[in-house]
């Protein structure tokens, strides 16, 4: 128990000191989501045993990640992963084999990138890195093993892009903090399919022939300094960013919008 809580500390300890166990990874390829095929990463772990690893942290998604649909399946990317924020949201699929380490189940299971592990000098590899909740860590562990496997700190392990599929749940918008109305800020969160987006754009119902472009703020945060007073409510439309896919979200902010509220559409990407 010591060993694992020793090295929980130092992880926690280097991320606020802007400090991880992370890598320096190719850029990912994009283009080969979706696929079958495995690739070979590397695996830590950071925060409580069973817990969601932060606060869905650089993605803003807050304390969402505990809850369903993530519900702490969650990870940290490296660069590559994380994406400068466009690879928030992105699914995946990790899995360890038992000739890396022998409570391995070498089932696959299903996390979302929620979280930044920026580069750092502690690992000379450029390895995909999957810093990953300790819910999800343990998870790739036979029956009763979690603890065990937890004790490898840092594990090989073989991860695929995958479509998500947050089940029964649609598109929520959560507005940011600190706005008026010349300027719109909103969390985008529980998107299917690929998960990240490429394009935001807002409509105000008042002219409806016009999109306007929003620019992503910071994670899964996408603006709009419009220069002029927006009138509500206003539609989404939501780009996918491998697939391209487009759905619009009407009239889900309403007259009346809050910072700090949330809504729920009642639209996803079809998976």
């Known amino acids: 128990m010591a060993l694992v809580y020793l090295f929980t500390l130092i992880v926690i300890f280097s991320r606020s000191n802007n400090i991880c166990f992370c890598f320096n990874p190719k850029l990912l390829n994009?283009?080969?989501?979706?696929?079958?095929?495995?690739?070979?990463?590397?695996?830590?772990?950071?925060?409580?045993?069973?817990?969601?690893?932060?606060?869905?942290?650089?993605?803003?998604?807050?304390?969402?990640?505990?809850?369903?649909?993530?519900?702490?399946?969650?990870?940290?990317?490296g660069p590559s992963l994380f994406y400068s924020g466009k690879g928030c949201g992105a699914c995946y699929q990790v899995k360890c084999t038992k000739n890396v380490n022998a409570v391995c189940s070498e089932n696959p299971v299903?996390?979302?990138?929620?979280?930044?592990c920026p580069g750092g000098p502690l690992f000379a590899s450029d390895s995909v890195h999957f810093d990953?909740?300790?819910?999800?860590?343990?998870?790739?562990?036979?029956?009763?093993?979690?603890?065990?496997?937890?004790n490898a700190g840092v594990l090989q392990i073989q991860y695929t892009r995958v479509e998500c599929n947050h089940r029964d749940t649609n598109v929520v918008f959560s507005i940011d903090a600190g706005l008026n109305p010349y300027y719109f800020a909103v969390l985008i969160k529980y998107v299917n399919g690929d998960g990240n987006l490429a394009f935001?754009?807002?409509?105000?119902?008042?002219?409806?022939?016009?999109?306007l472009p929003m620019q992503q703020s910071w994670g899964?945060?996408?603006?709009?300094?419009a220069g002029s007073a927006m009138t509500a409510p206003f539609s989404l439309r939501l780009t996918s960013a491998e697939s391209k896919k487009t759905i619009v979200a009407n009239n889900v902010i309403p007259v009346g919008w809050q910072a700090g509220q949330t809504y729920q559409s009642n639209v996803n990407f079809n998976v």
């Open 220 to 225: 899964a945060i996408w603006k709009l300094d």
């Open 30 to 77: 994009v283009s080969k989501a979706q696929s079958e095929t495995y690739w070979s990463a590397v695996a830590t772990w950071y925060g409580p045993l069973n817990g969601a690893g932060s606060n869905g942290g650089a993605c803003g998604y807050k304390d969402d990640v505990e809850q369903a649909p993530f519900s702490s399946m969650v990870s940290a990317g």
């Open 132 to 150: 990953l909740s300790g819910t999800a860590f343990g998870a790739m562990a036979t029956s009763g093993q979690s603890y065990p496997l937890r």
């Open 110 to 116: 299903s996390v979302v990138i929620t979280d930044e």
């Open 200 to 211: 935001v754009d807002l409509q105000q119902t008042s002219q409806s022939n016009t999109w």
